[in-house]
């Protein structure tokens, strides 16, 4: 993929082709040698589970954080807004639910205050973002998805943080095994 070529079939400046192509990647889903064309990287099944893996366990201390230091306020607009995405789900709104499964997992990150572990969860994510997105288009997974939420909300609401941790931990597999269903199911 060469940045003209892009900016020609999409009617752009190269500006926003080289900053598109930039952040795929920061992704690791393009391969970009200086003076060369970008060429889109080959992410392997095993790649990508040892991602989904590292995801589950920041994912799964962000939770059990969470539960320890999110404040009352916080944990109020946690419940508010998991509650106000079961309207979502019985809509069948697959691109709304998935931006608000974005919100969800802010907030645990955002709950655990814990500087570090948000910049590394945050980065995981944004590799991940792809794969994730993906996950919706398996039937009848928004329904699941919402339930496995409710469990993690529950526990954080209990202040029940082992609970909250694996709660997490289970859910982020979940969707690292629908993720790669998909991208195998689109790759026949």
Avoid: W
Wanted: proline share 2%; net charge negative.
């Amino acid at each position: 993929m060469d940045e003209l070529s892009l900016a020609t079939r999409f009617d752009v400046s190269r500006t926003p082709v080289r900053e598109a192509l930039r952040e795929l990647g920061a992704m690791g889903l393009v391969d970009r040698e200086p003076n060369r064309s970008a060429v889109v990287a080959n992410v392997t099944e095993g790649y990508l589970h040892s991602m989904f893996e590292a995801m589950s366990e920041l994912e799964a201390i962000c939770a059990r954080l969470s539960a320890e230091r999110m404040t009352v306020e916080e944990r109020r607009f946690l419940e508010l807004a998991h509650r106000a995405s079961a309207k979502l789900v019985h809509a069948g709104a697959d691109e709304d639910y998935a931006s608000y499964n974005t919100e969800f997992h802010t907030r645990l990150y955002r709950g655990a205050h814990n500087d570090h572990i948000f910049e590394l969860v945050t980065q995981t994510r944004a590799r991940l973002a792809p794969f994730r997105r993906a996950q919706f288009r398996l039937p009848g997974r928004l329904a699941r998805s919402y339930d496995e939420h409710d469990v993690i909300v529950t526990a954080i609401m209990r202040g029940e943080a082992a609970a909250a941790g694996q709660a997490a931990y289970s859910h982020v597999a979940i969707v690292s095994d629908a993720s790669i269903v998909f991208a195998s199911t689109k790759g026949n």
